[in-house]
Every structure is written in structure tokens, then in C-alpha cells.
């Protein structure tokens, strides 16, 4: 089946723009998350979701970061007024279940490029 | 705060070498453990994971060795392949919760 797709695969774009990068989750997989990728940080836990709702997001570095979930499906991670310490790949994942003991299957991510 | 510490950044062996990569944790509260395995271009990709419960785990050529006291746990590649070459993430969760720590990254490099 239909892994974790993620678009747009590529994203450049300049200082003080707004961006949205979008996942579509393995149907069925009730729980999603998003992390983020980049040189000398590793991989950070950005925000949870179960269902519709986002029961952790203690990892959203600022307030210029959001995200929204809805039909309990597709995901929509928004950056507002991006600097160029967003530049990153963020990465979408997806499981069958809320909890640690289910596999969580990554997309490919989005790579942005703030310039 | 880094919770898993992940060593070495980076490791070349021969083709049929052992590899090895070390990580080590803070939090008692983790339960799981799991090891990924990521390519250029692409997510990571869950390769073997392990319980505290368990000294050790082995799913063909891969091997998890776990040491709940030292609170470490290593992965080790039998016969190395230039297929291996990838990124290797150890990372740590509670069973209880939602969100994995991951570890800074090894690359690995099998040179044929």
C-alpha cells in the first residue's frame, strides 16, 4: 500500500514568507507527528497529533510554527515569516495507534530552503 | 537537553566488517528502543528495535545489544555490505508516550 507521501518535495523560498508543507498519512494510521531534520540539531519532534487533535506540541520552536490536522487525515504544517534558521527537512510520520508501542513510518520529508 | 548520545558521527569499514554504534540514554522512563536506518533523499526506516526486558535481539544481520544497568544499547552489522551505507539513528520512547528521541546520527560508509 501507500506509504507517508509529503509535498512539496522541494521548497525554497525567502525571508519573511509564509509556507505550508503538507503529509498525507498511511490510511488508518490514527496518530501523526511531524519532526524536523537539520544539520548540528538532528532529528527534533515538532507536534503530535491523535485524530484531529494535538495532544503534544511542546516541540513547535515558536509561534511562528502551527499545525493543523483535519478529517483525521491529512496534515498541514505552516511557518510563518520564515527565517533562515527554518531551512531544515521536515518529516511527516505516521502510525496505526497513539502510543509508543506502534511503528511510526516516516515520509520522504520536505526540504526548505529559507534564503 | 540531549536525552540519547549517539556514537561515532561516523564509521568506515570493509565489506564483510562488523559495524558497530553505540548509544546511551538519560531518561529511566524510556521502554523502547528502536534503530533506523535512512538513505539520502528518504525518511528513516525502522530496521530493529528492542524492549529493556531483553539483553540482546538479532534479525539477520542486525543486532541490538542492550545494557539496562549502563542505560547504553548498541547495534551491530554483521558482514557489512556496501548496500549498508546509510545513515544509522538510534532512538528512545516510552511506551506510554508519543514522541521518539533520537540520537545525532552515525554515518556509515562500507567500502566494497
Known amino acids: 500500500g501507500a506509504g507517508v507521501s509529503q509535498s512539496p518535495s522541494n521548497k525554497v523560498t525567502e525571508k519573511g514568507k509564509d509556507v505550508e508543507l503538507r503529509c498525507d498519512p498511511i490510511?488508518?494510521?490514527?496518530?501523526l507527528y511531524w519532526y524536523r531534520q537539520s544539520l548540528g540539531q538532528g532529528l527534533e519532534f515538532l507536534i503530535y497529533f491523535q485524530g484531529n487533535s494535538a495532544p503534544d506540541k511542546s516541540g513547535l520552536p515558536s509561534d511562528r510554527f502551527s499545525a493543523e490536522r483535519t478529517g483525521g487525515s491529512v496534515s498541514t504544517l505552516t511557518i510563518q515569516r520564515t527565517q533562515q534558521e527554518d531551512s531544515a527537512v521536515y518529516l511527516c510520520a505516521s502510525s496505526l495507534g497513539p502510543t509508543g508501542t506502534h511503528e511510526q513510518y516516516f515520509g520522504p520529508g520536505t526540504r526548505l530552503t529559507v534564503t | 537537553q540531549q536525552q540519547v548520545k549517539q556514537s561515532p558521527q561516523s564509521l568506515i569499514v570493509q565489506k564483510g566488517g562488523i559495524s558497530i554504534i553505540n548509544c546511551a540514554y538519560e531518561n529511566t522512563a524510556f521502554d523502547y528502543f528502536p534503530w533506523y536506518q535512512q538513505f539520502p533523499g528518504k525518511g528513516p526506516a525502522l530496521l530493529i528495535a528492542i524492549r529493556p526486558d531483553v539483553s540482546e535481539k538479532k534479525e539477520g544481520r542486525f543486532t541490538i545489544s542492550f545494557n539496562k544497568s549502563a542505560k547504553q544499547f548498541s547495534l551491530h552489522i554483521m558482514d557489512s555490505q556496501p548496500g549498508d551505507s546509510a545513515t544509522y539513528f538510534c532512538a528512545a520512547i516510552e511506551t506510554s508516550g508519543s514522541r521518539l528521541t533520537f540520537g545525532e546520527g552515525t554515518q556509515l560508509t562500507v567500502n566494497p
Open positions: 490510511s488508518g494510521h490514527t496518530a
